[in-house]
């Protein structure tokens, strides 16, 4: 049909051949361009899919990635690490005994010319590999559960009983005390307040063993997080409300906005994302994946553009179509560099044309696994933006995130959210009661 328009238009026309060539080079870059469009339309989704897998990939509290089978594994337990102990001292045991039997039949072996003697020889050997490879394979189990039983016990009472033990609870044992919480990662200030709260009540001859230390550090530990309110998102109020979320590079807050996302729509709101990370490459992709799990809209812009203008637009959007919530990512800036520190309060100032008094909550993400620096990514970025609440991400069984009462003393901003996994509903809202438990386990 399009060659017998062409021959029409050719044969009515006095210069018929100078239009079909050029109908002919149209023709070509219209195809060229459909292709193209297609071929970056099926790379962008191969890049979407390949960041899907990777979201799904368990992993451990530092982000290492781990086989799938593992996120079915139960939490190692102490008998698993003396079944494991037991294992290797029998594969041991059975390693020795090989080598012995290989040794004598070679030594037969040596003394004979005898076929039969030289492959008795030769299967001893062998099965002394074999035990080798089955003790070093029981040998790694036993160390993989000592280190895993040795990081859940790592809380602030596993290691004031280790240092302490059966001792006379008296002045002596404040050294103790002392140096296990200014190197628990609650910052200075906290561990000096905690001290004091035990020496008050050693001086009123109150201690009588460490289950009293216990109680102190609970209560007053206590008294720290209740200095706060902790309490849920705050949505309520003219819409849209905007969420701005803050955090470093690695500390999940990309994965945060999805999860939080995710929970806010089942809720029944309208939630739009404003992809504010421009510079990470493939940040937009990776939050448009969050957006597809989660069911929701999203705004972005090109890579490298500038994210008070993508997130203004964010805003401005939300306000015209009635969304209820907008969150709003940044990129990861780091808390030392000053000149990104100082685009975040632009990206603040540009909210605020966008919406009267936006933005309404501002989250801190922090990674429970970087301790004491925490505190001081919790200090710059509030002074950017004053923060309303903390997101804590990697906490699992590993990691207690004792810097919390640092940053709740110090700041008193309180603690929203807790990230336990990389599921979109592994985000859970922050109990301090379950909180000071687990800080102070036993392990």
Known sequence: MLASLLDLVAADAPDGGSILTLLGIVLFFVVFGVFGFLYLKKMRAQRIDALTTELDRPTTSDGQA??????????????????????????????DAARRDADRAAAAAAASDDAAAQQRAADARAKEAAAQQELLAAGELAKSLRLALGKTRDGIMGRLTTAIGKKTIDDAVLDDVENVLFTADIGARTAERLLLAVKKKLSNKE?????????????????IL?????????????????????GVNGAGKTTTIGKLASQLSAQGLKVLLGAGDTFRAAAADQLEVWA??????????????????VLFEAVKKAKAEGFDVVL???????????????????????????ADGAPHEVLLVLDATVGQNAIAQAKQFGEAAPLTGIVLT??????????????????????????????????????????????????
Do not use: W
Request: a positive charge; proline letters at 4%; aromatic letters at 2%.
């Open 66 to 95: 781990l086989p799938a089978q593992t996120s079915l594994e139960p939490a190692p337990r102490a008998q698993d690490l003396v079944d494991a102990e037991k294992k290797a001292l029998l594969a041991r045991a059975v390693a």
């Open 207 to 223: 201690l009588t063993s460490i289950d009293r230390i216990e109680e102190t550090l609970r209560a007053e530990a206590s008294a």
């Open 226 to 246: 209740g200095a706060v309110d902790v309490k849920a998102l705050d949505v309520s109020g003219a819409k849209p409300r905007v969420v701005l979320v803050l």
């Open 292 to 309: 597809t799990r989660a069911g929701v809209a999203i705004v972005s812009g090109a890579d490298g553009s500038d994210p008070s203008s």
């Open 328 to 354: 709003c990512d940044t990129a990861g800036r780091l808390h030392t560099k000053t000149n990104l520190m100082e685009e975040l309060k632009k990206v603040v100032r540009s909210m605020q044309k966008a």
């Open 394 to 443: 990697k906490l699992d069984g590993t990691a207690k995130g004792g810097v919390v009462l640092g940053i709740v003393d110090e700041l008193k901003v309180p603690v929203r959210y807790i990230g336990v996994g990389e599921k979109i509903g592994d985000l859970r809202a922050f109990s301090p009661a379950e909180f000071t438990a687990a800080l102070f386990s036993r392990g």
